[in-house]
Protein backbone atom coordinates (compact mmCIF):
# COMPACT_ATOMS: atom_id res chain seq x y z
CA UNK A 1 0.00 0.00 0.00
CA UNK A 2 1.33 3.26 -0.90
CA UNK A 3 1.89 6.54 1.66
CA UNK A 4 -1.38 7.90 1.16
CA UNK A 5 -3.54 4.11 1.25
CA UNK A 6 -5.18 5.30 -1.78
CA UNK A 7 -3.62 3.00 -4.61
CA UNK A 8 -4.88 -0.36 -4.34
CA UNK A 9 -2.55 -2.96 -6.80
CA UNK A 10 -2.78 -3.16 -10.50
CA UNK A 11 -6.03 -3.58 -11.96
CA UNK A 12 -6.89 -5.27 -15.62
CA UNK A 13 -8.57 -2.79 -17.80
CA UNK A 14 -12.22 -3.98 -17.56
CA UNK A 15 -11.44 -3.91 -13.79
CA UNK A 16 -10.41 0.37 -14.05
CA UNK A 17 -12.64 0.67 -16.56
CA UNK A 18 -16.17 -1.32 -15.21
CA UNK A 19 -15.15 -1.83 -11.79
CA UNK A 20 -16.31 0.00 -8.91
CA UNK A 21 -12.42 0.22 -6.87
CA UNK A 22 -10.77 3.40 -6.77
CA UNK A 23 -7.53 2.74 -8.17
CA UNK A 24 -6.20 6.33 -9.34
CA UNK A 25 -3.44 6.12 -11.97
CA UNK A 26 -0.54 8.94 -11.32
CA UNK A 27 1.42 10.47 -13.98
CA UNK A 28 5.02 9.50 -14.28
CA UNK A 29 5.70 12.57 -12.30
CA UNK A 30 3.03 11.84 -9.69
CA UNK A 31 0.54 13.81 -10.74
CA UNK A 32 -2.98 13.64 -11.81
CA UNK A 33 -5.15 15.55 -13.51
CA UNK A 34 -8.14 17.84 -12.23
CA UNK A 35 -11.03 19.17 -13.63
CA UNK A 36 -12.98 21.81 -11.24
CA UNK A 37 -16.36 22.93 -11.91
CA UNK A 38 -18.91 25.16 -9.61
CA UNK A 39 -21.58 22.87 -8.81
CA UNK A 40 -23.83 25.70 -9.01
CA UNK A 41 -23.23 26.66 -12.17
CA UNK A 42 -21.74 24.17 -14.00
CA UNK A 43 -19.02 26.27 -15.25
CA UNK A 44 -15.14 25.25 -15.48
CA UNK A 45 -13.55 27.39 -12.77
CA UNK A 46 -9.97 26.20 -12.63
CA UNK A 47 -7.69 23.24 -14.04
CA UNK A 48 -4.98 21.89 -11.64
CA UNK A 49 -3.23 18.64 -10.48
CA UNK A 50 -2.89 16.63 -7.65
CA UNK A 51 -0.34 14.21 -5.82
CA UNK A 52 -1.68 11.26 -3.98
CA UNK A 53 -1.33 12.84 -0.69
CA UNK A 54 -3.37 15.93 -2.04
CA UNK A 55 -6.15 13.26 -3.49
CA UNK A 56 -6.07 11.83 -0.09
CA UNK A 57 -6.63 14.97 1.75
CA UNK A 58 -9.31 16.41 -0.20
CA UNK A 59 -11.03 12.93 -0.28
CA UNK A 60 -10.33 12.97 3.86
CA UNK A 61 -11.78 16.67 4.58
CA UNK A 62 -14.10 17.04 1.72
CA UNK A 63 -12.16 20.53 1.09
CA UNK A 64 -9.94 20.67 -2.11
CA UNK A 65 -6.39 20.43 -1.87
CA UNK A 66 -4.08 20.08 -5.15
CA UNK A 67 -0.06 20.04 -5.93
CA UNK A 68 1.57 23.60 -7.05
CA UNK A 69 3.75 22.78 -9.67
CA UNK A 70 4.87 26.22 -9.76
CA UNK A 71 5.86 26.05 -5.95
CA UNK A 72 6.87 22.61 -5.85
CA UNK A 73 4.34 21.29 -2.58
CA UNK A 74 0.93 20.55 -1.51
CA UNK A 75 -1.76 23.70 -1.78
CA UNK A 76 -5.15 23.80 0.17
CA UNK A 77 -7.04 26.11 -1.89
CA UNK A 78 -7.57 29.42 -0.18
CA UNK A 79 -4.71 28.91 2.09
CA UNK A 80 -3.62 32.74 1.44
CA UNK A 81 -6.97 33.73 0.10
CA UNK A 82 -9.45 32.44 2.04
CA UNK A 83 -11.37 31.74 -0.82
CA UNK A 84 -11.81 27.66 -0.49
CA UNK A 85 -12.99 25.01 -2.18
CA UNK A 86 -15.54 22.79 -0.49
CA UNK A 87 -16.33 19.45 -2.78
CA UNK A 88 -19.95 18.47 -3.24
CA UNK A 89 -18.44 15.52 -5.38
CA UNK A 90 -15.79 13.90 -6.53
CA UNK A 91 -15.83 11.79 -10.27
CA UNK A 92 -12.64 9.87 -11.83
CA UNK A 93 -12.80 8.81 -15.68
CA UNK A 94 -12.87 5.39 -17.64
CA UNK A 95 -9.22 4.79 -17.09
CA UNK A 96 -8.97 6.18 -14.06
CA UNK A 97 -6.03 9.28 -15.12
CA UNK A 98 -8.71 12.14 -14.41
CA UNK A 99 -10.54 13.93 -11.38
CA UNK A 100 -13.66 16.02 -11.48
CA UNK A 101 -14.55 17.62 -8.68
CA UNK A 102 -17.80 19.64 -8.17
CA UNK A 103 -17.09 22.75 -5.61
CA UNK A 104 -19.13 24.76 -3.91
CA UNK A 105 -16.61 28.07 -3.15
CA UNK A 106 -16.66 30.06 -0.14
CA UNK A 107 -15.03 33.58 0.30
CA UNK A 108 -15.03 35.95 -2.37
CA UNK A 109 -16.03 33.24 -4.54
CA UNK A 110 -13.55 33.65 -6.83
CA UNK A 111 -11.52 30.44 -7.76
CA UNK A 112 -8.34 32.16 -10.51
CA UNK A 113 -5.29 33.66 -8.87
CA UNK A 114 -6.00 37.44 -10.64
CA UNK A 115 -9.22 37.71 -8.40
CA UNK A 116 -11.74 36.30 -10.78
CA UNK A 117 -14.62 33.90 -10.67
CA UNK A 118 -12.63 31.27 -12.88
CA UNK A 119 -9.80 31.22 -14.56
CA UNK A 120 -11.28 30.41 -17.94
CA UNK A 121 -12.13 34.23 -18.79
CA UNK A 122 -11.34 34.48 -22.27
CA UNK A 123 -12.87 33.27 -24.93
CA UNK A 124 -10.54 31.61 -28.41
CA UNK A 125 -12.42 32.77 -31.91
CA UNK A 126 -13.47 29.37 -33.68
CA UNK A 127 -14.14 28.96 -36.86
CA UNK A 128 -11.61 30.40 -39.40
CA UNK A 129 -7.65 29.57 -40.02
CA UNK A 130 -5.76 29.94 -37.11
CA UNK A 131 -2.74 32.62 -37.61
CA UNK A 132 -0.05 33.61 -35.47
CA UNK A 133 -1.96 36.22 -32.87
CA UNK A 134 -5.34 35.05 -32.46
CA UNK A 135 -7.21 37.73 -30.44
CA UNK A 136 -8.62 36.47 -27.36
CA UNK A 137 -12.16 38.04 -25.70
CA UNK A 138 -12.61 38.62 -22.75
CA UNK A 139 -15.96 36.87 -21.24
CA UNK A 140 -15.56 38.01 -17.66
CA UNK A 141 -13.68 40.99 -16.25
CA UNK A 142 -14.96 41.43 -13.36
CA UNK A 143 -12.34 40.90 -9.99
CA UNK A 144 -13.86 39.77 -6.92
CA UNK A 145 -10.80 40.40 -5.31
CA UNK A 146 -7.70 42.40 -5.52
CA UNK A 147 -4.48 40.13 -5.78
CA UNK A 148 -2.22 42.57 -4.69
CA UNK A 149 -3.88 43.21 -1.49
CA UNK A 150 -4.60 39.64 -0.96
CA UNK A 151 -1.23 37.97 -2.55
CA UNK A 152 1.00 41.18 -2.07
CA UNK A 153 2.27 42.52 -4.76
CA UNK A 154 6.24 41.38 -4.42
CA UNK A 155 4.17 37.94 -4.78
CA UNK A 156 2.34 38.66 -8.10
CA UNK A 157 4.81 40.44 -9.60
CA UNK A 158 7.85 38.04 -9.26
CA UNK A 159 5.52 35.23 -10.62
CA UNK A 160 5.72 33.03 -7.94
CA UNK A 161 1.66 32.84 -7.21
CA UNK A 162 0.40 31.16 -10.68
CA UNK A 163 -2.59 29.27 -11.75
CA UNK A 164 -5.47 29.56 -9.04
CA UNK A 165 -2.91 29.39 -6.26
CA UNK B 1 5.95 30.82 -36.51
CA UNK B 2 5.69 27.32 -35.78
CA UNK B 3 4.32 24.84 -38.28
CA UNK B 4 0.19 24.90 -37.11
CA UNK B 5 0.71 28.85 -36.87
CA UNK B 6 -1.38 29.45 -33.73
CA UNK B 7 2.05 30.30 -31.53
CA UNK B 8 2.65 33.92 -31.15
CA UNK B 9 6.26 34.96 -30.02
CA UNK B 10 7.00 34.71 -25.98
CA UNK B 11 5.16 36.89 -24.17
CA UNK B 12 5.44 38.57 -20.53
CA UNK B 13 3.10 37.27 -17.79
CA UNK B 14 1.04 40.08 -17.76
CA UNK B 15 0.48 39.84 -21.56
CA UNK B 16 -0.20 36.33 -21.20
CA UNK B 17 -3.14 36.88 -18.26
CA UNK B 18 -4.40 40.29 -18.81
CA UNK B 19 -3.43 40.30 -22.79
CA UNK B 20 -5.71 39.67 -25.88
CA UNK B 21 -3.24 37.35 -28.15
CA UNK B 22 -3.62 33.44 -27.85
CA UNK B 23 -0.49 32.46 -26.46
CA UNK B 24 -1.44 28.39 -25.84
CA UNK B 25 1.74 26.75 -23.85
CA UNK B 26 2.20 23.19 -24.66
CA UNK B 27 3.86 21.00 -22.17
CA UNK B 28 7.47 19.37 -23.01
CA UNK B 29 5.92 16.80 -24.53
CA UNK B 30 4.23 19.02 -26.54
CA UNK B 31 0.40 18.66 -25.59
CA UNK B 32 -2.24 21.03 -23.92
CA UNK B 33 -4.73 19.41 -21.56
CA UNK B 34 -8.65 19.90 -22.67
CA UNK B 35 -11.48 19.86 -20.56
CA UNK B 36 -14.88 19.25 -22.41
CA UNK B 37 -18.30 20.01 -21.21
CA UNK B 38 -21.51 19.56 -23.32
CA UNK B 39 -22.98 23.24 -23.76
CA UNK B 40 -26.03 21.97 -23.11
CA UNK B 41 -26.17 20.55 -19.57
CA UNK B 42 -22.76 22.00 -18.26
CA UNK B 43 -21.72 18.24 -17.45
CA UNK B 44 -17.55 17.57 -17.78
CA UNK B 45 -17.75 14.50 -20.93
CA UNK B 46 -14.10 13.93 -21.43
CA UNK B 47 -10.81 15.03 -20.53
CA UNK B 48 -8.09 14.88 -23.15
CA UNK B 49 -4.88 16.26 -25.41
CA UNK B 50 -4.18 18.44 -28.05
CA UNK B 51 -1.25 18.94 -29.75
CA UNK B 52 -0.73 21.99 -31.91
CA UNK B 53 -2.29 20.65 -34.93
CA UNK B 54 -5.41 19.26 -33.21
CA UNK B 55 -5.42 22.64 -31.47
CA UNK B 56 -5.03 24.30 -35.10
CA UNK B 57 -7.96 21.71 -36.87
CA UNK B 58 -10.06 22.26 -33.83
CA UNK B 59 -9.94 26.25 -34.25
CA UNK B 60 -10.47 25.92 -38.15
CA UNK B 61 -13.18 23.55 -38.43
CA UNK B 62 -14.52 23.88 -35.35
CA UNK B 63 -15.05 19.79 -34.99
CA UNK B 64 -12.95 18.75 -31.99
CA UNK B 65 -9.50 17.03 -32.66
CA UNK B 66 -7.41 15.51 -29.73
CA UNK B 67 -4.01 13.92 -30.45
CA UNK B 68 -4.11 10.34 -28.97
CA UNK B 69 -1.68 9.05 -26.43
CA UNK B 70 -2.69 5.71 -26.56
CA UNK B 71 -2.45 5.63 -30.40
CA UNK B 72 0.33 8.49 -30.90
CA UNK B 73 -1.68 10.39 -33.98
CA UNK B 74 -4.25 12.94 -34.01
CA UNK B 75 -7.85 11.85 -33.53
CA UNK B 76 -10.68 13.42 -35.00
CA UNK B 77 -13.56 12.79 -32.49
CA UNK B 78 -15.53 10.79 -33.83
CA UNK B 79 -13.93 9.47 -36.97
CA UNK B 80 -15.13 5.96 -35.89
CA UNK B 81 -17.61 6.15 -33.61
CA UNK B 82 -19.62 8.91 -35.76
CA UNK B 83 -20.09 10.72 -32.53
CA UNK B 84 -18.77 13.91 -33.32
CA UNK B 85 -18.39 17.44 -31.12
CA UNK B 86 -18.81 20.86 -32.93
CA UNK B 87 -17.15 23.25 -30.61
CA UNK B 88 -19.87 25.72 -29.54
CA UNK B 89 -16.97 27.98 -27.50
CA UNK B 90 -13.58 27.46 -26.94
CA UNK B 91 -11.90 29.38 -23.61
CA UNK B 92 -8.09 29.24 -22.54
CA UNK B 93 -7.29 29.85 -18.41
CA UNK B 94 -5.01 32.27 -17.10
CA UNK B 95 -1.48 31.53 -17.97
CA UNK B 96 -3.09 30.10 -21.15
CA UNK B 97 -1.75 26.19 -20.39
CA UNK B 98 -5.47 24.45 -20.72
CA UNK B 99 -7.93 24.39 -23.13
CA UNK B 100 -11.99 24.62 -22.59
CA UNK B 101 -14.57 23.02 -25.31
CA UNK B 102 -17.99 23.30 -24.83
CA UNK B 103 -19.60 21.10 -27.24
CA UNK B 104 -22.56 19.91 -28.91
CA UNK B 105 -23.41 16.05 -29.07
CA UNK B 106 -23.78 14.42 -32.70
CA UNK B 107 -24.88 10.99 -33.69
CA UNK B 108 -25.23 8.69 -30.40
CA UNK B 109 -24.71 11.54 -28.18
CA UNK B 110 -22.09 9.63 -26.05
CA UNK B 111 -18.35 11.06 -25.56
CA UNK B 112 -17.20 8.03 -23.31
CA UNK B 113 -15.71 4.98 -25.74
CA UNK B 114 -17.46 2.64 -22.83
CA UNK B 115 -20.75 4.18 -24.53
CA UNK B 116 -21.40 6.39 -21.93
CA UNK B 117 -22.69 10.25 -22.31
CA UNK B 118 -19.56 11.07 -20.39
CA UNK B 119 -16.13 9.47 -19.25
CA UNK B 120 -16.88 10.08 -15.41
CA UNK B 121 -19.55 7.85 -14.64
CA UNK B 122 -18.71 7.01 -11.70
CA UNK B 123 -18.43 8.95 -8.28
CA UNK B 124 -15.63 8.71 -5.38
CA UNK B 125 -17.12 8.96 -1.95
CA UNK B 126 -15.77 11.91 0.03
CA UNK B 127 -15.19 12.93 3.70
CA UNK B 128 -13.95 9.88 5.50
CA UNK B 129 -10.45 8.81 5.38
CA UNK B 130 -9.46 7.26 2.27
CA UNK B 131 -8.04 3.41 2.47
CA UNK B 132 -6.87 1.26 -0.19
CA UNK B 133 -9.92 0.41 -2.18
CA UNK B 134 -11.98 3.38 -2.07
CA UNK B 135 -15.65 1.91 -3.46
CA UNK B 136 -16.75 4.15 -6.64
CA UNK B 137 -20.42 4.77 -7.04
CA UNK B 138 -22.00 4.51 -10.94
CA UNK B 139 -23.85 7.75 -10.98
CA UNK B 140 -24.01 6.80 -15.28
CA UNK B 141 -24.54 3.14 -16.23
CA UNK B 142 -26.70 4.06 -19.84
CA UNK B 143 -24.66 2.88 -22.82
CA UNK B 144 -25.70 4.68 -25.62
CA UNK B 145 -23.85 2.15 -28.09
CA UNK B 146 -22.17 -0.95 -27.88
CA UNK B 147 -18.43 -0.57 -28.08
CA UNK B 148 -18.00 -3.84 -29.71
CA UNK B 149 -19.95 -2.79 -32.37
CA UNK B 150 -18.66 0.11 -33.11
CA UNK B 151 -15.16 -0.39 -32.20
CA UNK B 152 -15.02 -4.08 -32.55
CA UNK B 153 -14.30 -6.40 -29.97
CA UNK B 154 -10.58 -6.89 -30.89
CA UNK B 155 -9.75 -3.53 -30.50
CA UNK B 156 -11.79 -2.53 -27.03
CA UNK B 157 -10.13 -5.89 -25.70
CA UNK B 158 -6.42 -5.40 -26.42
CA UNK B 159 -7.26 -1.56 -24.94
CA UNK B 160 -6.35 0.02 -28.71
CA UNK B 161 -8.85 2.14 -28.23
CA UNK B 162 -8.83 4.23 -24.74
CA UNK B 163 -10.41 6.94 -22.81
CA UNK B 164 -12.98 8.40 -25.17
CA UNK B 165 -11.71 7.52 -28.43
Same mark, same amino acid.
Given at each position: MS? =? @?ITPPSKSQAD??? +?TVFAPKFA +? #? +?LIPVVVTSAETGEVLMFAYMNEEALARTIETGEAHYWSRSRGGLWRKGEVSGNTQRV???RTD? #?? #??IWLKVEMTG =???SCHTGRRTCFYRA !???GSAPGAGLALRFVETERRFDPD? !?? @??? +? =??? @??LKSSE
Open positions: K =A @GIEE +G +G #D +GVEMC #DQ #DA =AEA !VPVE !VY @GHA +G =AAK @GT
